[in-house]
């Protein structure tokens, strides 16, 4: 017998005898087993969770304090049925969906997993390197002679090496795996500290009202059309005739971080992340109790308090609030505040759009750039102020807002660590996701250079400097979020198919009132995940969209049909 083989086993024998002696011997040996579920942690506790918390706040104040927890229960729904088939069957998912249930939802499924690995890697290059320059090595960054592009690349270059080394060790087994799962639990643990100390302070300093974060915990679904309540006052005061104008900009942004929130909750490559990661340990059925643990302690856990802390920082230190600089203010001293140099042009922006809203696009295309300065500076301090609270912020501006509360140093490392960790976690699942996904499409052992080469498609994110150049850094989560967010129904109804499917799970197929759970619950979550998918395709691509989803839903019915009666019967 193999030393693996002999640790699982090991492994095995100590779940059934902690089972044997209570719930609380069962839930030590689960804690010390756990490791898919701090996996599934490494990669929601990224740039896309962060951002989305950080523009929650900003937007919504604690209003939307409710919307990752409901988004993470569904989706360690989800998760828990990915866990019980595959423990179950013991097969790899792609293959169980392309024979079972439809090869249409099962190649989907992979390439959408590939797409979403490479889009995904963009931000999170892009929050690493803005983490290092902006909170962690400032001084080193300002003082550089290098071209800021060129020091980004050089920076983001540093990371992907080191992120490399570490996938590599996951794959080498033995003493590189457990030095790989150390490191995860120990990233995640980091990033939950570092929030969660932030939140500490502004608490000893008196600077949180509790009872408003509570309230932010009841589901409030007309944020969707509507701007959060602290907004009106300030919409009431801008001139009848553009209130509506404010009001659609205001609600457009908050759906898109509202969508893109709950798509970094749970994102499709996590549904590809957990049965391969637990098939790797040679994880089976007496393994189903520790799985759901796993998901409910390594996962759920961190990602609510890490994104929570986030959104409670952000909502006290921005939300309905002008950023500096903009409205003539006058500082201790007596001079002019000047706007933060990256606010400038997005506050042009935001008040040119307001102008042409004003004078049609006709005329205002006849204006020159100078004219454009002069409108803007003619608007009303009204219009003046709403542009400048909605100019997006970054984790620079958090931890400097922060600075009064922690001290700027404090402020500076605990944020820049947080989010570096964030990153640089992200990125290596991410990497390691996508070794996975390359040696399922070549049908190969997830080993060797089929394994490691594809551990390296997510460095195309290195070209986030320069693809987003000059931008905010944060921001950059927010589409590519949404985008991810469209094929994440692909998995959620292939597995709760799965789940169905004599065929595949035999007599352990959920039957009863247990049966009716799952599929209540696990239709509760897809019928959500396929109503925000096609709700995401139409705000962005509007009947493209809607032709995209109906044109992917007819393949999958034809090629159900087409396929032999036994190989779609279920029972």
Sequence with gaps: MSTENSGVDKNRQMII??????????????????????????ITLGGGSLSGSLYLGVLAGFALLWLQPIAMILGIIMLSAISYVTLTTGERPFDAINKHVNPVLGWGW?????????????????????????NLLTSMAQSSTMDPVNLDLTIGAVVMVLCIIVVWCYNSGGVGLKIFNALIKFMVGGIVLSFVGVVVFMTSKGALDW????NGFIPDIGLLSAPADTFNV????????????????????????????????VGINMTFLLPYSMLKRKWDKNFRGLAIFDLSTGLFIPFILATGCVVIASASQFHAMPAPGFLGEIDANGALVAPDKKFVGQYEGIASARVKKEMGTEEFGKLTKEEVTEKINALPQADKKMAAMLVKRDSVHLAAALAPLTGKEVSDYVFGLGVMGMAISSIIILMLINGFVVCEILNVPSKGWAFRLGTLMPCVGLLAPILWAGKTKMWLAMPTSIIAFTVLPIAYIAFALMMNQKSLMGDDRPSGIKRLIWCVLMGIA??????????????????????????????????????????????
Excluded at 236 to 263: H, K, L, N, P, Y
Excluded at 544 to 563: D, K, N, P, R, Y
Aim: hydrophobic share 55%; aromatic share 12%; charged share 10%.
């Design 234 to 265: 300030h919409i009431a005061a801008v001139g009848e005739q553009f209130q509506g104008f404010w009001t659609d900009r205001i609600v457009s942004q908050q759906r898109d971080v509202m969508i893109a929130a709950a798509a970094t909750a």
């Design 211 to 214: 009872g408003q974060i509570g």
């Design 110 to 134: 992979i390439l959408a997993t590939l797409m979403a690995n490479c889009v995904w890697a963009l931000p999170q290059f892009s929050l690493a390197v803005g983490a290092i320059k902006q």
């Design 17 to 42: 005898d902690a089972q044997a002696k209570g719930r609380l011997a069962t839930f030590g040996a689960y804690f010390k087993l756990s490791g898919p579920g701090w996996l599934q942690s490494a």
């Design 526 to 571: 897809a019928i959500l995940a396929a109503m925000g998918s096609v709700w995401s395709l139409w705000l962005k691509l509007k009947w493209w969209g809607i032709v995209i989803a109906v044109g992917f839903t007819a393949l999958v019915i034809l090629v159900h049909f087409a396929l032999p009666r036994k190989k779609r019967q279920a029972a």
